[in-house]
């Protein structure tokens, strides 16, 4: 089996890591299949990701009775029918449940020509930033280059609260 080299790079999820450490601040992530976890991962892997991480909920299917199990789904045509409004409420609910700072979602689909998911970030139940990130569809490169969009995003925004909107 042929290995992957991520292009996310260490330093950004470093840089991360110390300011949520340094403020005693926690995230917690959800994510679908556009990304498939591959954020949760990375943060995971980040040496003593327990002192900001405490985890999150990767979505692989839409069926709304399993996911309000997990979260709090207002909306009745919630997937794939308005992904913005749901990434925000997700990223509410992620906090919430999991009892932290941050809530970060990064919803959407992936297919044949393009990557597109909305990304919706909350700090102490205040939105911060809800924005597509989008990129051409390039097989499994396509959920790495949107996990780095999203990384540099959340870093922007943990710097700055309330400045990247």
């Known amino acids: 089996m042929k290995s992957i080299q991520l292009l996310i790079d260490s330093t950004s999820l470093h840089s991360i890591k110390t300011i949520l450490v340094n403020r005693n601040e ?53 997937f794939p029918d308005n992904i913005p409004t749901i990434a925000d409420q997700f990223s509410n609910d992620i906090a919430n449940r999991f009892s932290t700072d941050w809530g970060l979602a990064i919803i959407g689909e992936t297919g044949k020509t393009s990557g597109t998911s909305w990304l919706a970030i909350q700090y102490k139940q205040r939105m911060i930033l809800s924005t597509e990130v989008s990129q051409p569809w390039n097989g499994l490169r396509t959920a790495d280059v949107i996990v780095q969009k999203v990384v540099m995003h959340f870093l922007r925004s943990i710097m700055c609260p309330g400045n990247d909107k």
């Open 26 to 78: 926690t995230l917690a992530i959800v994510e679908n299949n556009s990304t498939g976890g591959l954020l949760q991962a990375m943060l995971a892997l980040t040496a003593n990701s327990d002192q900001f991480f405490t985890g999150g909920i990767v979505i692989n299917n839409y069926k709304k009775n399993e996911t309000e199990k997990l979260l709090n789904p207002a909306n009745e045509n919630f």
